[in-house]
């Protein structure tokens, strides 16, 4: 039969059924599987055809089931009117790929996060050791002990950055006005930057939330100060803010968001997945602490902060 030695020549496996669940048909891969894998195939196949759809002669496609190790993508086709194909794709090597590969991103981000923390601890503990053996030498040159003292507090605060990160720490809650909070850091960054246009879209029947206000605002201060590297420090950044209303985050319409957009060209596509990894940056000089920083804020305060593209940054944070 033509259609038989097609059938064959398919290195997927491939089986036919019909709704008693009895195999009419099973190509030399289906029969590979079915040897190793014995009566847990069986109960997969038993579990497809009572599908609700399958009985209804809907085709599926890229059912996923698992088999112990095994990962399967299943495509289903109704064929005559009391019997069904199966098509199994085996993706287990291409799942373990996958996590490998993860494995491999995450020992790269430790990586390049040592590698970034000893590269900026280097300038301060050099500029310590150079004090240290010029005031040796000279013993009455007492002022450089105020470069000393400042180079050790620059690594003092580096570390606790980094400490932050892993350390939960106490909200200390209280209902504030978002929008004053906003108000703060445009009105400080207004008088720094000039050339800057800042734009305020705010829905004024927001409530209050409750907020650690000094987190959010330091939140609030990477984002716009990001925004601004972002446009050289010319051009225009967008503050807009309203009642959520996506359909994962906030189907009950019961959060806030605050987006932050600016007149840049936005966050390159392979940076995408990276945007929170600590010491993960393309700036020249940063140490990417800042938005993992923030992640973490809000993500204690049960919100979401994301890049929802097109140069936007949104945060959205619980009203109770």
């Known amino acids: 039969m033509f259609e038989k030695e097609i059938l064959e020549s398919i290195l ?108 900026d601890m280097k300038g301060p503990i050099t500029g310590i050791k150079a004090a240290a053996q010029y005031l040796k030498d000279n013993p009455g040159e007492t002022e450089l002990l105020d470069d000393i003292l400042y180079e050790i507090k620059r690594i003092e605060e580096f570390i606790n950055q980094i400490a932050y990160l892993n350390k939960p720490e106490k909200l200390n809650l209280s209902k504030e006005n978002i929008h004053k909070l906003i108000d703060n850091v445009i009105v400080k960054f207004s008088k720094i930057y000039p050339d800057v246009e800042f734009v305020r879209k705010y829905d004024p029947s927001l409530p209050e939330i409750k907020i650690d206000k000094n987190q959010i605002l330091n939140v609030i201060e990477n984002l716009i100060k990001n925004a601004l590297e972002a446009i050289n420090f010319k051009g225009k950044v967008e503050v807009e803010t309203g009642i959520s209303f996506d359909e994962i985050y906030s189907p009950k319409r019961n959060k806030i968001s605050i987006k932050i957009k600016d007149s840049g060209q936005g966050i390159p596509e392979d940076m995408l997945d990276k945007l929170f990894i600590p010491f993960y940056t393309t700036k020249e000089f940063g140490t990417g602490v800042g938005l993992a920083r923030s992640y973490k804020i809000v993500k204690q305060h049960k919100g979401i902060l994301r890049y929802i593209g097109n140069s936007t940054f949104e945060i959205i944070l619980p009203i109770e």
């Open 12 to 119: 997927e496996p491939i089986t036919v059924l019909d709704f008693s669940g009895k195999i009419l048909y099973s190509n030399q891969e289906f029969e590979n599987y079915r040897s190793i894998l014995g009566r847990r195939l069986n109960k997969l196949l038993s579990d497809i055809i009572n599908l609700k759809y399958v009985k209804e002669g809907i085709p599926v496609k890229n059912l996923y089931k698992e088999i112990d190790e095994y990962k399967f993508l299943i495509d289903i086709f109704p064929y005559e009117n009391d019997k069904v194909i199966l098509l199994l794709r085996d993706i287990t090597r291409f799942y373990k790929l996958e996590e490998e590969s993860k494995r491999e991103g995450t020992l790269y981000a430790f990586s390049k996060m040592l590698s970034e923390l000893f590269h």
